[in-house]
């Protein structure tokens, strides 16, 4: 009897340790500062909770009332659009289409400084010279409209757009066509050339139609920002022999974001292509330093002014050069050491999309970069060519033509030599002959960004969450892992651990596990390296429940073509009617 008692006891002392631990397992999991093991629909006191959080998270909305975003693939005809417009130009055409002629809004990108400046009234005028091959229209026209609009009429004496022979006989008409329905006929001069000269010859052609006192050459797919012409105006009357360039900030291809272009210098390597350098030590110290002119050995040669007379004088481009590559180079030695200078005008800002790839090649695809290059090595690098020779050995027995004329134009100008320019100029160009204390002090004077490894970066995350597909017990799941780069994605019943949570950034980022990010560069969605910088791993959606995902590169909605497990998360056209691309995010 009294082991009977005692199993009684017991069993109600074992019933009374449950009921209490189950109660405070209960309570503390729906305290709303812990939410690690929550179900995975939220009910009740959680739910209150995150109704009452969804002004803290949930940031990255596309517009409920039918995504508008300007990328967003609706039909077969958009993804057409897109995909030849990347071909075509190297840069999403559906996006540049639907942005238009002009763009009324552009960030200031420029230092607080630049605002306070007031110019002379009294400015030479400019004559701006697009050259444009194959462009797509709203790009162009986007160029020109810009121009105009915030440029004052005072200042703008020509915008003289030549067409270099483009491939489609309808693209000089549309642009004809613009001209006259936009009523520009007194200040946009087209011209047409009678066969395919490339860039450096096209310019050529422009700047001898010329007249303005100042020659501006510009890309034909830029947006000129706010107050940019007067103050590379102002610098090329108070220094007729300086060349001046604008900062050149960048408009994304895919999706044609305007952002800031950080302060840097141009330079190049012992392979003669151009490069961006890090500001020498001490030259950003304080406030006026922002809006400095900055001393460049070398300019991007894609836009900037020049005094029409002094560039007559100092010759123009190399004629010989072929279609593209190299020009911008042989201008900048040619400059520097026949007296001239180069600067770079931090208070004059104009965006440039920045293409994916060159979307067209020289007759017969020759390789003119290495024709042009050569031809400068020979003519101004003096003994110094033989570290380019060196990176191209293969170049030895191509033909560059003859640049008799060029040597005698060095002799005429009385220019200096190249090892002048590399000691006067750009002291810090390493040599492959420098010794290592040599070495050493060069690269001490150049101000290098801290490197902080991509991994180890600071993010702020606004949300966290499982990403459901909506009406079934599935969610996001990757196939070798979340520590796998470029892992693919497969749908796994829903779990709360590190291969299921996601983070949420301030920059539209989606993290795996505080790890890699979301990318759909590769076609099919995977998760990489966090970039921070392309637009193929920023994802918009419109709230917690039955959203799409949408990425913002792709212009496609993260999908899948069938709801059971293992099935592949793919990118498919946004269908707003679609339950294969409906998700819900799930608070974790």
């Given at each position: 009897?009294?082991?009977?008692?005692?199993?009684?006891?017991?069993?109600?002392?074992?019933?009374?340790?449950?009921?209490?631990?189950?109660?405070?397992?209960?309570?503390?999991?729906?305290?709303?500062?812990?939410?690690?093991?929550?179900?995975?629909?939220?009910?009740?006191?959680?739910?209150?909770?995150?109704?009452?959080?969804k002004s803290k998270y949930f940031k990255n909305h596309m517009d409920k009332s039918g995504i508008n975003d300007l990328g967003i693939i609706k039909?077969?005809?958009?993804?057409?659009?897109?995909?030849?417009?990347?071909?075509?130009?190297?840069?999403?055409?559906?996006v540049s289409l639907r942005l238009g002629n002009y763009r009324e809004t552009l960030p200031d990108t420029r230092h607080k400084l630049c605002s306070?400046?007031?110019?002379?009234?009294?400015?030479?005028?400019?004559?701006?010279?697009?050259?444009?091959?194959?462009?797509?229209?709203?790009?162009?026209?986007?160029?020109?409209?810009?121009?105009?609009?915030?440029?004052?009429?005072?200042?703008?004496?020509?915008?003289?757009?030549?067409?270099?022979?483009?491939?489609?006989?309808?693209?000089?008409?549309?642009?004809?066509?613009?001209?006259?329905?936009?009523?520009?006929?007194?200040?946009?001069?087209?011209?047409?050339?009678?066969?395919?000269?490339?860039?450096?010859?096209?310019?050529?052609?422009?700047?001898?139609?010329?007249?303005?006192?100042?020659?501006?050459?510009?890309?034909?797919?830029?947006?000129?920002?706010?107050?940019?012409?007067?103050?590379?105006?102002?610098?090329?009357?108070?220094?007729?022999?300086?060349?001046?360039?604008?900062?050149?900030?960048?408009?994304?291809?895919?999706?044609?974001?305007?952002?800031?272009?950080?302060?840097?210098?141009?330079?190049?390597?012992?392979?003669?292509?151009?490069?961006?350098?890090?500001?020498?030590?001490?030259?950003?110290?304080?406030?006026?330093?922002?809006?400095?002119?900055?001393?460049?050995?070398?300019?991007?040669?894609?836009?900037?002014?020049?005094?029409?007379?002094?560039?007559?004088?100092?010759?123009?481009?190399?004629?010989?050069?072929?279609?593209?590559?190299?020009?911008?180079?042989?201008?900048?030695?040619?400059?520097?050491?026949?007296?001239?200078?180069?600067?770079?005008?931090?208070?004059?800002?104009?965006?440039?999309?920045?293409?994916?790839?060159?979307?067209?090649?020289?007759?017969?695809?020759?390789?003119?970069?290495?024709?042009?290059?050569?031809?400068?090595?020979?003519?101004?690098?003096?003994?110094?060519?033989?570290?380019?020779?060196?990176?191209?050995?293969?170049?030895?027995?191509?033909?560059?033509?003859?640049?008799?004329?060029?040597?005698?134009?060095?002799?005429?100008?009385?220019?200096?030599?190249?090892?002048?320019?590399?000691?006067?100029?750009?002291?810090?160009?390493?040599?492959?002959?420098?010794?290592?204390?040599?070495?050493?002090?060069?690269?001490?004077?150049?101000?290098?960004?801290?490197?902080?490894?991509?991994?180890?970066?600071?993010?702020?995350?606004?949300?966290?969450?499982?990403?459901?597909?909506?009406?079934?017990?599935?969610?996001?799941?990757?196939?070798?892992?979340?520590?796998?780069?470029?892992?693919?994605?497969?749908?796994?019943?829903?779990?709360?651990?590190?291969?299921?949570?996601?983070?949420?950034?301030?920059?539209?980022?989606?993290?795996?596990?505080?790890?890699?990010?979301?990318?759909?560069?590769?076609?099919?969605?995977?998760?990489?390296?966090?970039?921070?910088?392309?637009?193929?791993?920023?994802?918009?959606?419109?709230?917690?429940?039955?959203?799409?995902?949408?990425?913002?590169?792709?212009?496609?909605?993260?999908?899948?073509?069938?709801?059971?497990?293992?099935?592949?998360?793919?990118?498919?056209?946004?269908?707003?009617?679609?339950?294969?691309?409906?998700?819900?995010?799930?608070?974790?």
């Amino acid at each position: 009897m009294n082991g009977y008692k005692f199993f009684l006891f017991g069993c109600l002392f074992t019933s009374l340790t449950w009921s209490l631990s189950l109660y405070m397992y209960w309570k503390l999991n729906t305290r709303p500062d812990n939410y690690s093991n929550v179900k995975l629909f939220r009910k009740e006191n959680t739910f209150e909770y995150v109704k009452k959080q969804k002004s803290k998270y949930f940031k990255n909305h596309m517009d409920k009332s039918g995504i508008n975003d300007l990328g967003i693939i609706k039909t077969d005809d958009d993804m057409a659009t897109r995909d030849k417009g990347y071909k075509d130009h190297g840069f999403n055409a559906l996006v540049s289409l639907r942005l238009g002629n002009y763009r009324e809004t552009l960030p200031d990108t420029r230092h607080k400084l630049c605002s306070t400046i007031k110019y002379d009234q009294n400015l030479p005028s400019a004559s701006i010279i697009i050259c444009f091959y194959n462009e797509h229209p709203q790009a162009l026209f986007r160029t020109i409209q810009s121009v105009i609009r915030r440029t004052p009429r005072k200042l703008l004496h020509e915008v003289i757009l030549i067409n270099d022979y483009s491939d489609s006989e309808n693209l000089h008409k549309i642009v004809d066509q613009y001209i006259n329905d936009e009523i520009l006929q007194g200040i946009v001069h087209l011209k047409k050339t009678n066969k395919r000269e490339g860039l450096i010859r096209a310019r050529l052609f422009g700047a001898n139609l010329a007249t303005g006192q100042v020659l501006i050459f510009l890309d034909s797919h830029v947006e000129v920002n706010t107050d940019w012409i007067q103050p590379l105006l102002t610098r090329v009357r108070d220094n007729r022999t300086q060349i001046i360039a604008p900062i050149i900030d960048i408009i994304q291809p895919d999706t044609f974001d305007y952002k800031s272009s950080p302060l840097v210098r141009g330079g190049f390597n012992w392979g003669l292509h151009f490069k961006w350098d890090s500001l020498p030590k001490g030259t950003l110290v304080t406030d006026k330093d922002f809006v400095k002119p900055i001393k460049t050995p070398t300019i991007a040669g894609g836009l900037f002014a020049v005094d029409r007379e002094y560039f007559n004088e100092i010759g123009q481009y190399d004629s010989g050069m072929n279609i593209w590559g190299g020009e911008n180079l042989e201008l900048s030695f040619r400059v520097w050491m026949c007296g001239g200078s180069l600067y770079i005008e931090p208070c004059s800002r104009v965006g440039h999309v920045f293409r994916q790839h060159r979307p067209y090649s020289a007759p017969n695809n020759e390789d003119t970069m290495a024709r042009n290059s050569l031809r400068l090595a020979n003519v101004w690098m003096d003994d110094f060519k033989k570290f380019f020779i060196s990176k191209r050995m293969d170049l030895l027995r191509l033909d560059y033509g003859d640049v008799s004329e060029r040597k005698a134009l060095r002799t005429k100008l009385g220019c200096n030599n190249f090892e002048w320019y590399l000691e006067n100029v750009y002291p810090e160009m390493l040599l492959p002959t420098d010794e290592a204390d040599r070495l050493s002090k060069k690269l001490e004077n150049v101000d290098k960004p801290i490197f902080q490894p991509w991994n180890k970066r600071i993010r702020n995350y606004t949300a966290k969450f499982l990403i459901n597909l909506s009406n079934t017990n599935l969610c996001i799941h990757p196939i070798k892992g979340h520590q796998t780069k470029n892992s693919k994605l497969v749908l796994r019943s829903c779990i709360r651990n590190k291969e299921q949570i996601w983070y949420e950034t301030d920059k539209e980022e989606l993290v795996l596990s505080k790890l890699l990010c979301l990318d759909s560069a590769s076609g099919n969605p995977v998760i990489g390296k966090c970039s921070e910088t392309g637009s193929s791993q920023r994802w918009k959606h419109t709230d917690d429940k039955g959203t799409a995902f949408y990425n913002l590169a792709a212009g496609t909605c993260l999908s899948v073509n069938e709801k059971r497990i293992n099935a592949e998360v793919v990118m498919n056209i946004c269908n707003n009617e679609s339950s294969y691309n409906k998700w819900n995010l799930v608070i974790v």
